[in-house]
């Protein structure tokens, strides 16, 4: 689990206070004030909201109002930011938004870059820990240009930890330990204990996303030993969690349930809502790991509500999911399903197509920021050089003019040679200059081809994600639209037969008219099937040498039940010779799949034959015509291709084309082609080619099937 860096600031006394001075007492000492005692109230009322947030609001509404009647509009800035602050510990994001953008509206009024840079980056805290990780993003970047501009290392510091977090939850660990290192050797040389220990912990988490446990667990332990020597239990928090993770999956449940009770303990000792969330879910998964079923069911149901509460969608996420096993293991279907649900909602929302892309937009527009602020110092460098050319070459011609008039030929000589000598060292300088731009220059050209070759993954990884969402979209319409009217029909029956109201004869015909839903969508259900583990593994060719009229014939025979009861004929007309190079399973498929199809949409009477002739570069084509009903032009345009398309048969057989387009996957998936020729009322004929001989057989099996219907 990441720590999200907020400003960690000392207790300081404030002026006529005592050294932790109360609430109430820093209200009585506000009117007093002068702007210095006043920087240390902030600094005090800060410490106290992450401490007693609850007391801090109260305190700190009563300074603002204070504050107004004197008109301190940085005060102002100031305080509803630490309202901002407290809210998000009590786990109140709606006011903590508000009060939060007041700051940065006052910050920008008043023109004050230290509290802007502040209030974004309590602002992304607040994105962050509601799921709206691009929002998130967005404001650590906005409080890192400032900080840089400013050159603060402890707002850099900062902000390094915050981005690696959102890295981190997009699953993108390496470039989040990227920037938690980078934070790890800031807080290393401006001595931020606090940095070092949260740099520590979220690198440990990383590693641990990883599956490299002693790495994680040796980035936890030197994380737990500093907070420990610094007498700082809340940060011993997060990395504990973690730890005791590890301790879960290594089967050390008693370790594991002592510091699940101890974290809970802190939590509700600091009024730490994020912290309660996270130890009820690790005591519900060690109460889960030990079979106790219904603590684990209790204790993940206050660690929902509690993130419910506050609006955590990351908390939600896992919690819904743990619910809904546990729900399942206790055989409570309906709560598990609901869980379920919820875990999946979550998800979409946390790793939407749209917030990815906006997350690499962003990480694109920053680095060419970096690149713009590189040109921009090289230009100002080459400038300064010819600057001091032109300076020196002035000098030089000035001392030469007054020494042929005001000197002797001997004096004349050591001024030359000095000015000489001179000009040799400042020329060396200014070569070394120049060859240091140069090949500054030369790493900026470099830069520029990593950002665009690092431009044009992105662009890929975004293209690559919308075709998965709509592959998705797809293969969900079409289950929910063709895979409804079977099993409702299915149900219809059984409520029928419960009845007892029909008569053998009824029921025969119902049965007959149910097995042949049955069949089609048994048949839809195996190419969806086949199809999908296509997509989602990969499928191995393995290509033999075999006959195509004993496979014709195979296949007839084992659809002849299905022509007979439409009375259409099958048959082949191919030699006995022919012979193709082909994986025979992805052959018997298709022939299955185009004979299939051509019974579909034929009448009584229609014929389905099967040809194949060898061509004169080493191939064969194989047709299957029909004398059936043909194609419109309108659903040829349709065919091949994963569309929201039903069509149905002479019959009533109800197809969605996925038959087709299996068909051409293992095609192509050979080394070969495959299309039709059709006239509607005048029958189909599809044709496809195989290889007869091993020589330009495809030699891998990675292309896509959508590549064709794009």
């Not at 974290?263 to 879910?281: C, M």
Request: glycine share 4%; charged share 20%.
């Amino acid at each position: 689990m990441v720590i999200l860096a907020r400003f960690f600031f000392l207790l300081l006394p404030v002026t006529g206070l005592a050294a932790a001075p109360s609430l109430d007492s820093l209200v009585q000492v506000y009117p007093q004030a002068d702007s210095s005692a006043r920087e240390d109230i902030f600094l005090s009322l800060a410490q106290a909201a992450a401490e007693k947030p609850e007391q801090t609001v109260i305190a700190t509404h009563r300074i603002i109002t204070l504050a107004k009647q004197h008109n301190h509009l940085t005060s102002q800035t100031n305080l509803y930011r630490i309202l901002g602050d407290a809210h998000e510990v009590l786990g109140n994001y709606d006011s903590a938004l508000i009060y939060t953008k007041q700051s940065i509206a006052l910050a920008r009024e008043t023109n004050h870059p230290s509290l802007l840079a502040k209030a974004y980056n309590l602002l992304g805290i607040i994105h962050d820990v509601q799921g709206s990780y691009d929002r998130a993003l967005k404001s650590f970047f906005n409080a890192l240009s400032i900080y840089e501009e400013k050159n603060d290392q402890e707002g850099i510091n900062t902000e390094y930890i915050n981005i690696g977090n959102i890295y981190a939850y997009q699953s993108e660990n390496q470039k989040a330990i990227d920037y938690y290192q980078k934070s790890l050797n800031i807080a290393n040389t401006i001595q931020d204990t606090v940095g070092i220990i949260m740099a520590l912990n979220n690198i440990g988490s990383s590693w641990q996303d990883l599956q490299h446990t002693d790495l994680a667990l040796e980035y936890y332990q030197r994380s737990i030993a500093l907070a420990r020597q610094q007498g700082n239990e809340q940060d011993i928090a997060l990395p504990l969690d973690g730890i005791s993770y590890i301790l879960l999956k290594q089967g050390e449940y008693d370790t594991a349930l002592s510091n699940a009770r101890y974290l809970l303990t802190l939590a509700e000792k600091y009024q730490n809502i994020n912290d309660k969330i996270y130890a009820y879910k690790l005591l519900a998964e060690v109460y889960q790991a030990r079979g106790n079923n219904p603590l684990a069911i209790q204790n993940a149901a206050k660690g929902y509500t509690l993130a419910r509460q506050i609006g955590a969608k990351l908390e939600l996420k896992h919690l819904s999911k743990l619910l809904a096993d546990l729900y399942r293991k206790q055989g409570n279907f309906k709560n598990a399903y609901t869980y379920q649900s919820i875990h999946l909602a979550y998800q979409d929302t946390l790793y939407s197509l749209e917030k990815r892309k906006i997350i690499n937009n962003l990480e694109l527009t920053r680095s060419e920021t970096e690149n713009e602020m590189l040109k921009k110092e090289n230009e100002l460098t080459l400038a300064e050089i010819e600057k001091n050319e032109a300076i020196i070459d002035r000098q030089t011609a000035y001392a030469i003019a007054i020494s042929l008039v005001a000197v002797l030929k001997v004096g004349i000589i050591i001024i030359l040679y000095r000015l000489n000598l001179q000009r040799k060292r400042s020329n060396q300088l200014l070569s070394s200059q120049k060859e240091e731009i140069a090949k500054t220059n030369s790493q900026l050209t470099q830069l520029n081809g990593t950002l665009k070759q690092h431009q044009g993954q992105l662009q890929a990884q975004n293209e690559e994600l919308e075709r998965s969402n709509d592959i998705k979209n797809k293969l969900f319409s079409i289950i929910s639209h063709d895979f409804r009217s079977p099993l409702s029909s299915l149900q219809g029956v059984i409520n029928i037969m419960n009845s007892q109201s029909l008569s053998p004869e009824e029921i025969k015909q119902i049965f007959d008219s149910l097995s042949t839903k049955v069949q089609n969508t048994t048949n839809m259900l195996d190419n969806l099937l086949k199809w999908t583990r296509n997509q989602m593994q990969g499928i191995r060719v393995d290509p033999k040498h075999f006959t195509v009229p004993d496979m014709a014939e195979e296949v007839i025979n084992s659809l002849t039940i299905l022509a007979e009861k439409k009375k259409v004929l099958l048959h082949h007309n191919i030699s006995q010779n022919v012979a193709v190079y082909a994986d025979p399973e992805m052959t018997r498929m298709i022939l299955r799949n185009l004979i299939s199809n051509a019974i579909k949409f034929t009448l009584p009477g229609d014929s389905v034959t099967v040809e194949a002739s060898p061509t004169k570069d080493q191939k064969v084509v194989i047709s299957v015509t029909d004398t059936g009903l043909g194609i419109s032009p309108e659903n040829m345009g349709k065919l091949f291709q994963l569309k929201d398309h039903t069509t149905y048969g002479t019959a009533n057989e109800k197809g969605t084309g996925l038959g087709l387009i299996l068909c051409k996957d293992f095609v192509e998936k050979n080394g070969g082609e495959i299309w039709v020729e059709s006239e509607e009322g005048k029958g189909s004929a599809f044709y496809f080619t195989l290889l007869t001989q091993p020589t330009y057989f495809p030699e891998t099996i990675s292309q896509n099937i959508l590549s064709a219907s794009s």
